[in-house]
């Protein structure tokens, strides 16, 4: 490097100011306009003092005044010669320094990790460090032929000329972000700082850049930026930036009446089938498929479903929010008909079969439709809307669309202050044990009850069918039926100690599809039997026919697991299901209840005494006890005993009702209780 291209003048470091290459020629200059002057004076002393007699005297004092002006002149060229040498001693101490200083920015700028450029007032590069040559691919010639504005991205360009710019004119260098090209066609982005070369009249000759390569930083960073903003499996946007988006489109709406928009909540029925029966890597497979067939066909609905628009179309949002959901903001669309139409053509693309890991897979998806409406101010409340209105599609039979309305808000609203009444309920232990007995058709007496919950709201005695759903989707099911299986099987264990029979009285209780679900169900029911020492086999569980055949795998996993305590297995509500008579058959279950949609229709309808008639015998060639439910009149009994029905359940004998009134029952039908000591005798003996 020569010594021109020391850089100098660093804004950085005003502080100590370095030695300057100017200050060094100025100070030889000065020597040598000293050295001539000497030389002058000296020469013109000697020429006058010879040629023109200056002083025109005697001899004798003539030679004198020679001599001394002579002695004069030397003792000058004396002083002038130390003052020279100590001048020379000086100028050679400082060009070391230089030396040193030189090979020190040598060493540094040759081993430096960052770029360190000096490039002329046209942008020429003058020098670059050999990091020049790592970070971008170029050799050390090409560098010197090329222009480095040139490969700087034609956006940053203009850019970093106006920075060189300022630079040069302040003398102050910012910190700047530019991309520029790698020899192999890549952009890499480099972060640079840049301070000026002044030359002697302190105006700006060259400058420093200093520059790193931060590529592989801001790629982290956008990475970072990008998973914070983005679903990890399907890559597509995730909640927060679609609330972002929907949250912008409304803020769009109150500004522009007529810009409208909907939101679409996307649930895929029954994607929980997928996972436990395929697995978790063909269920992440199907969200992955689900979603790329989503985008495409968003891209085509746009098209199709709303050409007339004219002006460019906005990109609609597809975002996944997690699980089997997917959420849809539909920019600029013209009325309601429009996301409608996009949500059934969306639902159609959807229902043509996927093939992942060699399995067929047919998805259905229910569709929640929301409005962009002027009373709405929170992204939040959109999507909330739009989730309600699917959770109405989903119940409505699935495979459907629905579009939010304010009614739907309402009911939204009083399942979720249910909800918390029921918290409170079970805190304030509110809820009630109800018994139903169960006759046997031949002999008439009470076999066993049926526990059914009622919850004691004020003054109000609430049946199941105004709280179970809630308590089933909300989870609250699980503690409220411990505490039920608990009190029935206590009260059984009462019963039998009273009331002696052979075979003894049984107790059914119901299961809902949470519970199944629960992996802990087995345990938590053996927990209980063990506690209160009931018989299993005097346990009987009652589950719908639906959640037995909802997934056939993992059901016989749970039967057979509940089975295995002991405990009897009863399918609800036969017939309102499509079992197939093979499923069945393979299900360790021990008796159907047919539905009582069929019971309380049998006497006056030739059809449902059919079906019931048919149900009866699939259950006898099955070796299965049959139970009617919802028997209410002496018609159907009769009936049902022509048709050989072993039990019965019904208002007819019995509505449901506390322990005192069943302990009376029991006392009329089945015969006498047992003494105070027997029963007691009889509770202690298990
Ligand atoms: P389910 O298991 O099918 O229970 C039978 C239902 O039929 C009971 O309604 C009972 O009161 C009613 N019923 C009985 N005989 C007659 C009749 O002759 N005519 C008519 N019209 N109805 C009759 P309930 O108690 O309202 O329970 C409804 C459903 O709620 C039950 O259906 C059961 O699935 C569920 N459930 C009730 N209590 C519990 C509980 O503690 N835990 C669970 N998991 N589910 C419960
Ligand atoms: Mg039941
Ligand atoms: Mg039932």
């Given at each position: ?509 119901n299961i809902t599809s949470?519970?199944f ?24 569980l009652e589950i719908t026919e639906t959640i037995a055949m909802g997934?056939?795998?993992?059901a ?14 009863s399918v609800d509500d036969f017939g309102t299901g499509?079992s ?13 209840k047919?539905d ?91």
């Amino acid at each position: 490097m020569s010594q021109e291209e020391f850089p100098t003048a660093n804004q950085n470091q005003p502080a100590a100011t370095p030695i300057q290459r100017w200050q060094i020629e100025g100070r030889e200059w000065w020597l040598w306009g000293l050295a001539v002057v000497v030389t002058l004076v000296l020469t013109f002393g000697i020429v006058s003092l010879t040629y023109f007699q200056l002083h025109p005297q005697t001899e004798g004092t003539y030679w004198t005044d020679l001599k001394e002006w002579v002695r004069g002149l030397a003792c000058v060229v004396l002083l002038f010669d130390i003052y020279t040498l100590y001048q020379h001693l000086q100028l050679q101490q400082i060009r070391r320094r230089l030396a040193e200083r030189d090979q020190l920015f040598q060493l540094i700028t040759e081993n430096a990790a960052d770029m360190i450029a000096v490039v002329d007032g046209t942008g020429q590069r003058i020098y670059n460090s050999p990091a020049y040559q790592h970070v971008l691919g170029y050799s050390a010639e090409e560098l010197k032929t090329t222009s480095s504005i040139e490969q700087i991205h034609p956006d940053d360009r203009q850019r970093v000329l106006e920075a060189a710019r300022k630079a040069r004119s302040t003398g102050q260098g910012q910190r700047l972000e530019y991309r520029i090209r790698h020899k192999d066609g890549s952009w890499r982005i480099l972060e640079s700082t840049a301070s000026v070369i002044r030359n002697a009249k302190g105006e700006t000759e060259k400058l420093v850049i200093v520059n790193r390569d931060i590529s592989e930083r801001k790629r982290a960073e956008e990475l970072l930026a990008h998973s914070a903003f983005h679903d990890g499996l399907t890559n597509l946007p995730n909640r927060a930036l679609f609330l972002d988006r929907l949250q912008r489109a409304l803020v769009l709406s109150k500004r522009h009446t007529d810009y409208k928009f909907a939101v679409l909540f996307i649930d895929v029925d029954e994607f929980k089938v997928f996972n436990d029966s395929l697995g978790h890597k063909v269920g992440d497979e199907v969200l992955v498929q689900i979603g790329l067939r989503l985008t495409a066909s968003l891209r085509e609905v746009d098209t199709i479903s709303r050409p007339q628009l004219g002006q460019a179309q906005k990109d609609d949002t597809l975002a996944r929010l997690g699980g089997d959901e997917y959420t849809i903001l539909l920019e600029d669309i013209r009325d309601p008909s429009d996301a409608i139409r996009v949500a059934e053509r969306l639902q159609s693309r959807l229902a043509v079969p996927f093939t992942v890991q060699g399995y067929e897979i047919v998805v259905n998806a229910s569709v929640g439709i929301a409005l962009s409406t002027a009373a709405c101010a929170h992204a939040e409340d959109l999507l909330r809307d739009a989730n309600i209105a699917m959770y109405r599609a989903k119940r409505a039979g699935k495979a459907r669309c629905e579009v939010f309305d304010t009614a739907m808000h309402e009911v939204a609203v009083r399942r979720l202050e249910l909800e918390t009444e029921l918290r409170k309920g079970l805190e304030l232990s509110e809820f009630r044990t109800h018994y139903q007995p169960i006759i046997s058709l031949k002999t008439g007496r009470i076999t066993g009850f049926e526990a059914l919950t009622r919850w004691q709201h004020g003054d109000r005695l609430l049946s199941p069918a105004e709280f179970i759903a809630v308590a089933d989707e909300t989870g609250l099911i699980i503690p409220m039926n411990r505490i039920l299986l608990r009190e029935a099987c206590e009260q059984l264990r009462s019963w039998h100690a009273q009331f002696p029979a052979e075979p003894p009285l049984t107790m059914s209780v119901n299961i809902t599809s949470k519970e199944f679900a629960h992996p802990n169900l087995a345990n938590g029911i053996a927990e209980t039997l063990k506690q209160t020492g009931l018989d299993p086999n005097h346990l009987q569980l009652e589950i719908t026919e639906t959640i037995a055949m909802g997934d056939p795998e993992k059901a016989a996993s749970v039967l057979a697991e509940l089975k295995a305590l002991g405990v009897r297995l009863s399918v609800d509500d036969f017939g309102t299901g499509y079992s197939s008579l093979s499923r069945l058959q393979q299900f360790p279950v021990d008796s159907l209840k047919i539905d009582r949609a069929f019971i309380s229709q049998m006497d006056s309808d030739a059809e449902s005494h059919k079906i019931v008639q048919v149900i009866i015998m699939l259950a006898q060639t099955l070796g299965l006890v049959t139970v009617a439910e919802g028997t209410e009149t002496e018609e159907q009994v009769n009936q049902l005993k022509v048709l050989d029905c072993g039990f019965a359940q019904g208002y007819y004998f019995s509505r449901p009702a506390d322990h005192h009134v069943i302990s009376d029952l029991l006392l009329r039908v089945n015969g006498r209780a047992a003494t105070p000591a027997k029963a007691n005798a009889a509770l202690a003996g298990g």
